[in-house]
């Protein structure tokens, strides 16, 4: 493994550019992608965690190999989200701010065409995109993929999650055959394959880790919660934690408008990334967040791939990701740049095998956890209390009156009632939001008892070889508490589990029901959610509209 950037042979230009951003010492994925890619035209596919270096492990042999003596597109980067597409390209401009002669352009939405086409018009060597954007330029006729040498699909198993699987094949038409392809991803599910196999000519493969390697400065934490009482955990996690500088991540947009009314209804500082955000809103609420203004985000996985975030102490899962690889990455946002990082997932009894099949997935350790409780948290917010008073102090010769009068009345007090008098102030507020609140383990427990007696009854029911129990079965809901229904929609019409709850939770309003197993066949869906729930869910499907396509659902 080489040692520092100069013994890769980049440009003098490009080790300039990069020596004057501080990097002395290449990332294990830079230190294996750099050098191959500087000399072969064979295809990559290079499976890396984001915060690894992935970014200049493509862009340096891309800016190396730029024929300077044309103004054509010759690279071609797509991203999946907006935030990632400009991220790169602002990297992108560092390493080649010693080369004048190159040009890039961001190309994405929520932004006029105009600057964007304006700078195509020019020639730009490198163009980095969103695929929607990126074929809106290509069918207008204002980008030329002609003379394009590289492709990098950056993110590609979440470019194909959100169904741009069309839009990637119809650009990489666009493109001459003879080129290189380069894959590089946080996680590589097996469906990336597939997709691998039709646009790469055997591809060189490399990894920086073996599949699914979770961070190991992360401690991974978990409690189990009663399915109704998923805000009610996680606002006991946020009040735990005073000094939480973190991500909650969830798995719909709604699910992140619901935290963030309930959350900035109490007074903290937290804000939202979603889809639904423009890319002006977006950026306001990052500098914010980078200011210390925010200390919470509440973000869907597709709106925080990208986010330039290093110093987070803590991940919150409110909802575990259907792809189960997609935890390691979540997981990954804290616990960096040797730091120590916390990753606390809520989970219900249903799911709560789930995390066992992380540990066998990743290797890791889980810790179940109880739910804190209004004790934990009265004695978190007195340390962090007390820590505060103990760096506490006021300029010299400032305020003494003041003091004096403070000192005489504390002096009169005895020390316990002192002592209640100031924990009343620290926690008054919480006390007051806590009191009507229910044990919140002892409802969990509730749920796991009776998931263990009826698994007891059904099994004592198959001894005494009952008839009519598998008839009667098809009617009740799995583990007691879900029930399945079906609808006419699969993966042939570009349908995924998060655009599944979103098409069911835009229909419902207030509280959204809560989804167990979702299975997606070709042209149907079947999946788990609260029994209780089940006439809203079907009332807010029937007639509603996907992909041009009239929806229909039943129960099953």
Wanted: glycine share 6%.
């Amino acid at each position: 493994m080489s040692s520092t950037f100069t013994d890769f042979g980049l440009l003098p230009p490009i080790l300039e550019a990069i020596a004057a951003m501080g990097y002395e010492e290449p990332t294990p994925i830079q230190a294996e992608a750099i050098p191959f890619l500087l000399n072969t035209q064979q295809d990559l596919i290079a499976l890396a965690q984001t915060g690894t270096g992935k970014t200049a492990a493509f862009s340096l042999p891309c800016l190396h190999k730029i024929d300077p003596e044309s103004s054509d597109t010759q690279v071609l980067i797509l991203s999946p989200t907006r935030e990632l597409a400009l991220q790169t390209a602002k990297e992108i401009k560092k390493f080649a701010k010693k080369m004048p002669y190159l040009k890039s352009v961001a190309l994405y939405g929520g932004a006029d065409y105009g600057s964007q086409s304006r700078a195509l018009s020019k020639g730009c060597q490198v163009v980095v995109g969103t695929p929607g954007r990126t074929l809106d330029f290509i069918r207008q006729n204002r980008l030329d993929l002609s003379a394009v040498r590289m492709v990098v699909l950056d993110e590609a198993d979440e470019m194909l999650k959100m169904g741009f699987k069309e839009d990637l094949e119809s650009i990489l038409d666009e493109t001459p055959k003879e080129k290189q392809v380069l894959l590089f991803s946080a996680t590589m599910p097996k469906g990336i394959e597939k997709i691998a196999k039709r646009t790469m000519m055997e591809p060189h493969r490399i990894a920086v880790a073996s599949r699914n390697q979770a961070n190991r400065n992360v401690t991974h934490q978990y409690c189990v919660i009663h399915p109704a009482d998923r805000f009610a955990a996680l606002r006991r996690w946020v009040d735990v934690l005073p000094n939480l500088e973190g991500i909650i991540f969830c798995r719909t947009r709604a699910e992140t408008m619901e935290i963030y009314a309930g959350l900035s209804k109490e007074g903290y500082a937290v804000d939202i990334l979603n889809g639904d955000l423009k890319q002006e809103a977006r950026d306001r609420v990052m500098r914010r967040f980078h200011r210390k203004e925010l200390k919470i985000l509440v973000a869907t996985d597709v709106a925080a791939r990208g986010l330039d975030v290093d110093d987070l102490s803590h991940v919150i899962n409110y909802t575990l990701p259907d792809d189960l690889e997609v935890y390691i990455h979540r997981s990954g946002r804290t616990g960096r740049a040797g730091k120590e990082g916390i990753s606390v997932t809520l989970v219900t009894p249903r799911e709560e095998f789930r995390m066992r099949q992380i540990e066998k997935m990743s290797g890791i350790e889980t810790y179940k956890k109880p739910i804190p409780t209004t004790e934990d948290v009265i004695a978190s917010q007195m340390r962090n209390a007390i820590a505060s008073l103990e760096e506490a102090s006021l300029p010299e010769g400032k305020f003494e009156s003041q003091v004096a009068e403070l000192s005489t009345v504390l002096q009169a007090m005895e020390p316990t009632e002192l002592a209640t008098k100031v924990l009343s102030l620290i926690s008054g507020s919480l006390l007051s939001q806590y009191q009507q609140e229910v044990d919140l383990n002892a409802r969990a427990e509730d749920v796991i008892s009776r998931k263990k007696r009826k698994k007891k009854d059904r099994h004592r029911d198959r001894n005494k070889g009952e008839k009519g129990d598998k008839k009667r079965k098809k009617f009740q809901p799995k583990s007691g508490n879900y029930a399945t229904c079906q609808v006419n929609i699969g993966r042939k019409h570009k349908l995924n589990p998060n655009r599944l709850m979103g098409l069911v939770n835009e229909g419902i309003k207030g509280k959204k029901p809560d989804f167990g197993e979702i299975r997606i066949e070709a042209t149907s869906t079947t999946f788990d959610v609260e029994a209780k729930s089940v006439p809203a869910v079907i009332a807010s499907l029937m007639g509603a509209s996907f992909e041009g396509r009239s929806v229909k659902a039943r129960t099953v």
